[in-house]
């Protein structure tokens, strides 16, 4: 089973924004994640990061914009 911290972060600053926060548990992870944006992340370019227990990133999505 594999255990991953989701955080969101902005790629202009490389600032990693407190929420939204998801933790996600899988065997084998794949396919999509749906995260619900709270209304004050503002526009910008954006990434998924994903840190194991120890805080250390361990995967990263593609970029993608919020406008």
Do not use: C, W
């Amino acid at each position: 089973m594999i255990k991953a911290k989701v955080v969101l972060v902005d790629k202009l600053s490389g600032e990693q924004l407190a929420d939204p926060v998801t933790t996600i548990a899988s065997p084998a992870p794949n396919g999509s994640l749906r995260i619900r944006l709270p209304d004050r992340v503002r526009s910008g370019t954006f990434y998924l990061r994903a840190l194991n227990g120890h805080g250390q990133p361990v995967a990263q999505s593609v970029e993608f914009q919020i406008g």
